[in-house]
């Protein structure tokens, strides 16, 4: 991999990743859903710092890009889970690779 250039075109395969799971909340939201379905108020606690409105619009786009499955259950009041999906469990390696990334670099 390190001789390995990529070329970088719109659709290499680092832009499709970032578009996946770029940004500050998405990977988190990842994570906390490898082990188990979760309502918005539990991902909301297990995720102190983002705002209701935030993790919202990530789950949404999660769902969109077919990472997070969003079950409504129809019942009153309103029982929503989030899970990950098949290609969702696919970015739980790529965390792993970046939590090893990071205890590198820290310990350096």
């Known amino acids: 991999m390190e001789n390995d250039l990529i070329k970088v075109t719109p659709r290499c395969p680092i832009r499709t990743t970032l578009e996946l799971v770029g940004g500050k909340w998405k990977l ?5 859903l490898a082990t188990e379905p979760k309502r918005l108020s539990k991902l909301k606690r297990d995720i102190p710092d983002i705002s209701e409105k935030m993790l919202i619009q ?4 999660l769902v969109d890009s077919e990472l997070v499955i969003r ?5 009153v ?4 889970e989030y899970k990950l999906s098949d290609k969702g469990k696919l ?4 965390i ?13």
């Open 58 to 61: 990530e789950l949404k786009n």
């Open 91 to 94: 970015a739980l390696p790529l």
């Open 71 to 75: 079950t409504n259950y129809g019942e």
């Open 28 to 32: 988190l939201i990842i994570i906390q």
């Open 96 to 108: 792993g690779h970046m939590k090893e990334f990071a205890e590198q670099y820290l310990a350096q």
């Open 77 to 80: 009041p309103p029982k929503v």
